[in-house]
């Protein structure tokens, strides 16, 4: 999909927008949601990320990661940068959070029918909770690392090996699923 990707952005092909959309909204949305709390908001912050992917999709580099891992950088920073504004703290002001749905929180997280939550959650747990807290929480990296108690080059430190062995567990899965569709048919 990565290719495919590119090349119909080159392509000025505008109607890939909404087949990303489709494909990736839910999953950005719940993430969105996680750091701005707000389901008005982050409506909005999903809006905003799908117009930076559009206006950026050109830039984007299969060979310096999945299309997934960038789309899901640009949902982050566009939703941090939202708590960031004026707009933010008005909406934290005037939402009860106590009343506040968060049931997006616990669905999971599904990208190319793969639960990342799940496959996260394998992680040792000193890994397991930095991606939680960064990853699917907001948090920047000296947040999270002040959270846990780190110092910051640990911190680093070890999201790149949880972010290592995640690509490792993916991709163990990916492969799984492939020889599992087509083992039955070498009988």
């Known amino acids: 999909m990565d290719d ?3 090349k119909r952005f080159q392509q000025g092909d505008s109607a890939f927008i909404g087949e990303l ?3 990736y909204g839910p999953a950005l949305f719940n993430i969105i ?3 701005v709390r707000s389901e008005e908001l982050a409506e909005q912050v999903l809006q905003d990320t799908f117009v930076k992917i559009w206006r950026y999709g050109g830039s984007f580099d299969a060979s310096k990661g999945r299309l997934f891992t960038w789309l899901l950088n640009i949902a982050r920073n566009t939703a941090i940068d939202a708590t960031r504004t004026t707009q933010y703290r008005h909406y934290t002001v005037t939402d009860d959070i106590t009343t506040m749905s968060y049931t997006l929180h616990t669905e999971p997280l599904h990208v190319d029918g793969l639960d990342v939550r799940e496959i996260a959650g394998r992680l040792n747990e000193k890994y397991y909770r930095l991606v939680d807290l960064v990853y ?3 948090f920047s990296q000296q947040e999270a690392a002040e959270e846990v108690g780190i110092p910051l080059g640990t911190l680093k430190t070890r999201l790149r090996q949880a972010m290592l062995l995640l690509r490792r567990r993916f991709s163990e ?3 799984g699923d492939m020889a599992f569709a087509g083992g039955g048919a070498a009988a």
């Open 33 to 35: 949601l996680r750091i």
């Open 21 to 23: 959309y489709e494909a």
């Open 173 to 175: 899965h990916i492969s």
């Open 136 to 138: 699917f929480q907001g």
């Open 4 to 6: 495919i990707f590119v």
